[in-house]
């Protein structure tokens, strides 16, 4: 009975302390110059960066202002985002009202028609062979079933024609030699100091000892994937760029 | 039977069995006499026991142990007694914190101090408080500083004679960095050294303007005394703010540097700053060596210090003469020599700028907080040690009480991946004897021990044992969760020698059968 009401109690005062962030002009104006001192550097102006797209009436990670606030101030664990240095309680609430307010901008629209872009996807792009949408497609690169709700258009173009600039955490493509046997190439998925385990290309993983190798190396600066410039024409990158962007996830 | 074995525990503990202070003994060795683990038996050092927090902040606390008790510090400001031999729970004494306490990175302790009966703790909202050892009941529970003025403080107290020694922390947030001692019986504040000196006094002019208000210079890191001289060697932190100098132009005095301080009186017999006019954060809060050795033909008392700089320096402890300096560390911001006086030559453009600026080490330098060890069988200074390159980046230094003053931020160079290594470094050269290298930075400290073993744990908490003389891989735990702490030895109930360290959320305490 005490803990029904201590969960009760919890509840209650938890929908009272959902944070709302500000949206009068002086703290939108406030939250606009810590937003490039502190998030600029990934997120760009909010739809250009190679972080997240803040330009959505939905962000993935943050359903409320209260999940957002909390994000800007411990990051999110296991991902680039990194908790907030050098902002106080305030400038957080203002920082999430300007991300707010670019969510109420006019939503971005974009030159091609996805249906096509789909065609390029499943077709002559192939990217199905690496990367996995709503459960299906292979494990050698990000799951794009949210991609859409996460990256710009801009992005998106960028990391289609030149993925070694839009390098994405977590996904360094390493090159082990054995002993004996064959070089093993995957992505890396941890590293010590006396083993490394990787996925390959048929999605099998591999627990190496180091003490096993004659040789490691990782691409640290070159992404897995190839360029697709030249390789898509103008029209087919426009519709591939608008499938990726409609891809939302359950959300 | 319990009262048995605690009998029996305080009948062991006479010996050599116990970790009386931070960093095992005053001088700052982190050095344990015990041999019962040994290079022979070490293969079979195993888990005695372990015991787990329920946080989910950073654990970084390094234990006291005592008659067979140990004492932990949890984050944020909580203690548990456990007994050493078995990781069961005493006692435990939960601060309730105020609201939005300030404090820069994570909400961390790393560890308590013990005179008599009493256990201190210096809290995360700046307070000191005294517990009884045998319940956990607060004692006293003294305001060493504001903590709506942004002072906080996570360093494990120093025990200085029948006073407890205090550090500050907050240099994040342009505070004024103090050391201060208390009467253990009373917690009446004995003396308050301030580690940036008011308008007129001396010093204040190595600050353009009146920029010293927000000096930092804290003392987050313990330090180190000599009963002998009945001196007290502290280390200081950054200036404020962090990245950006041009407020505060001049050698801003006393940051970056070591103190010796009286122990009575709490002034200040001398100081040597490492890092004049720091802009990279390289706070010089490493934990000073105390020893006694020869150098030159002369036996000279020394202070050994591995700095976050990337440069060992080796001074005269009862002069603050410089007497050597090298680069242990790739860096790039400075000459490779010191100069005669142990002031380093800046390179040009290692400056922070608005569009960033490449250097190494990379802010969180070549060590730091990482408690060091001294080995008296070796006479090896063992470092844990991070290579990495950083881009340093300007920004806003307006300064607003109470909120962070960084004027800047910093990233790991791009397309580089961080390395780390354990260097056993020999005092009179400089030179490390031998390298173990890490595939990844680790926040762990180092152990030595009178069995001929070095322990730390790597980045994410494989426990390791190397051989003291040669650096060789001798035993390895994987304890599964990221070390931020650093190791202890100790005798506990059963007999037997333990090395405990806290791993993830959890303390683990090793033995052998």
Redo the contacts between chains.
Sequence with gaps: MMRLILIGLMFSVGVWAQLSAPSDKASLSAGKTQFE??CA?CHGRGDDGFAANLVSPNLVHAPTDTALVSIIRNGILGTDMPPA?????EQMMQVAGYVRSLGRSAPITVAGDAAKGKAVYQGKGGCGGCHMVGGAGGKMGPDLTQIGAMRSPANLRTSIVDPNATLAGGWTMVHVTPKTGAQVNGIRLS????RINLRDGRGRIHSIAKDQTTAIT?D??KSSMPSYQGRLNAKELDDLVAYLFSLRGAM | MKALILFSASILTAQTGDWLQFQGNAQGHRYSELTQIDKSNVAKLKPAWSFQIDKLDKFEASPIAKDGILYVSEPPSDVTAVESHSGKVLWRYKRVLPD?VPFCCGKVNRGVGIHGNSIFISTLDAHLVALDAASGNVLWDVTVADYKKAYSSTAAPLIVKDKVVVGSAGG?FGVRGYLAAFDVKTGKEAWRLWTVPAAGEKGAETWKGDSYKYGSATTWVTGSYDPGLNTIYWGTGNPGPDWKGDKREGDNLYSDSLLAIDADTGKMKWYFQFTPHDVHDWDATQVPILVDQMWNGKMRKLALFANRNAFYYVLDRETGEYLMGKQYVRQTWAKGELDAKGRPTRLPNTFPTANGTAVYPNSPGATNFQAPSYSAKTKLHYVMTRDEGGVFYT??DTY?E?????AG?F?SK????ATGAIKAIDPATGKSKWEY????PSWSGVLSTAGGLVFAA???G?MLALDDSTGKLLW?YPMGGRAFANPISYTAADGKQHIAIASGHTLFSFSVD
Aim: charged share 30%; net charge negative; hydrophobic share 30%.
């Design positions: 001192i502190h550097f240095l050098g902002m106080t309680e590293e010590d100091n006396f990782r640290l600066t | 939005n994040e920004g806003d607003h109470g909120s962070w003053y960084l931020r990233v791009p397309g580089e991946e290298p890490l595939s990844a790597t980045a994410d494989d390895r």
